[in-house]
């Protein structure tokens, strides 16, 4: 029983990771297009650089947000518990 259910969960964690793939290829794709339509077509260096360093700069600001969303869902969560179990022992 207990298989089944950690191949269920490595399978459910292996098609979101696939889907979030897709998802940031297609916003590659769009952030490419706008800074193709804000700078020209240029494909030399800098602009390549330019637009590494703005989506580096995205990715660490959402990923530095949600972990502190995370963080406060999980303390919300585990006072309930606390509450849960206090109330189940009296």
Do not use: H
Request: hydrophobic residues 55%; aromatic residues 12%; proline residues 1%.
């Amino acid at each position: 029983m207990s298989l089944s259910v950690d191949v269920i969960d490595k399978l459910a964690a292996l098609i979101t990771a696939a889907f979030g793939l897709v998802a940031a290829l297609a916003w590659n794709s769009a952030i490419q297009a706008i800074f193709k339509e804000i700078f020209g077509s240029q494909s030399d260096i800098p602009a390549m650089l330019g637009y590494a360093a703005f989506v580096t700069i995205i990715a660490v600001v959402f990923t530095v947000w949600i972990g502190y969303v995370s963080g406060k869902t999980k303390e919300k969560v585990d006072k309930v518990k606390v509450k849960v179990f206090q109330d189940k022992k009296e």
